[in-house]
């Protein structure tokens, strides 16, 4: 058997574990390591099954994941994110759709302190889904709004994929944050207009909250500062060269907890959940890395990412129609994997055929950063649309009182602006360099 079939194969076995509900790092490593032992010898699979998970574990740029995913659940048992959607809802709250685009701007202002697409979804699920149908909104609406506002999760630095894709591509993590701004605060403006623009034409969707007095409205808003200072912290920190990106990590996972203490709603089991929650999260992570690290092992021996670059170079075709198929083929994917299980199952074998071509006549970094911003703006459609979406399962699991088609008819206003962004940043790659080019020179 020729290694290309061999390759196919393996990746035929990884799709069959998952539709058997096998988890997703042992899906990729079953495959790759019979894969593997086929194309080799038991030896040669004992010696890389020896050092590839030491080597793997011992990165010290992996470990900001886990101080991020730290400060995501300090926030989340400390009340953060209730103070978040309390302050949005005070100011947006008394116009139609408001309590929506209150769930819009929480969810971008948690994930400024998360990292994570599902867990920003869950937790502004919990405080904000309640409120919503309490004022009559409706459900489609509400749980489309949340599912969609997830995906802000990620966009909006930190980013755990940003992370990843860094990690894996040997990119600056700074500057990929930088580049993800932009993009992620056009996602939220983007997701704002949708929600006025549906409430404008379906009133009876959502009704206004009562006006609250401004002496409210700016109590709610005090009740913001901690999270304020802790980002302007971390990232004035990090874009001023202050402390590294991991370091810049831990200082907010600090700041995030005596933000939480002193609001005085982080009890001791909260403190036990957070750390239970970060270990357990951060093990899923890393489990997925040594799945997917034995499935690239196996494909690197049979070749696929220098034939499928090679390949790719010699197309007589628009580099930007290889791109557009790229990103098509993410959000298929993303109806079936998570973003990080995506990110380390391609980008090693999809990243050097990208870089092969001429994209606007970017140098290598560029191409590279606009590239993984990319890659994350299309990741975040897949974790929405139809007929998975692993945020609207998310979301419903939650708001069980929705049925299921209600939410994906609702999420597909938002996925068009979704879709328009996505092409505006791939016709005018700037709109993400623009802020990195500026920040570094």
Known sequence: MDAMTTGLLMFAGMLVLMALRVPIAAAM????????????????????????????????????????????????????????????????????GGLAMAAILSAAAFGAVCGSSVATSATITQVAYPEMRKHGYNGGLATATLATGGTLGILIPPSVPLVVYAILTEQN????????????????????????????????????????????????????????????????GIYGGVFSPTEGAAVGAAGTFVAAMARRELSAEGIR?????????????????????????????????????????????????IVGAVMLFYVVLGCVMDELSMMLLTIPVLFPAIMGLDLWGLAPEMKAIWFGILVLMTVGIGMTAPPVGLNVYVVNSIARDVPMNDTYRSVLPFLATDVLRTTAMLFFPSLCLGLVRWLFG
């Open 273 to 321: 959940r957070s750390f239970v929650g970060t270990a357990e999260t951060s093990a899923m992570v890393f489990m997925i890395f040594l799945g997917a690290d034995m499935m690239n092992a196996a494909l690197a021996l049979t070749q696929m990412p220098k034939l499928l670059a090679d390949w790719v170079t010699h197309l007589h075709v628009a580099p930007l129609w």
């Open 173 to 236: 993590i700074a500057k990929l944050f930088a580049a993800a701004l932009v993009p992620g605060l056009l996602a939220m403006v983007g997701y704002l207009i949708v929600i006025a623009l549906v409430c404008r034409f379906k009133p009876e969707l959502a009704t206004p909250s009562a006006p609250l007095a401004w002496a409210q409205r700016w109590r709610a808003l005090a009740g913001i500062w901690p999270i304020v200072l802790i980002f302007i912290t971390v990232f004035g």
């Open 29 to 96: 490593f079953i495959p790759g390591a019979l894969g593997y032992w086929g194309m080799s010898n038991d030896m040669a699979l004992l010696n890389l099954l020896k050092g590839s998970a030491v080597a793997r574990l011992t990165v010290y740029d992996l470990s900001v994941i886990p101080l991020f995913l730290l400060m995501g659940q300090f926030a989340t048992q400390g009340g953060l994110s209730r103070a978040l959607f309390q302050a949005a809802a005070a100011f947006v709250g008394h116009i139609r």
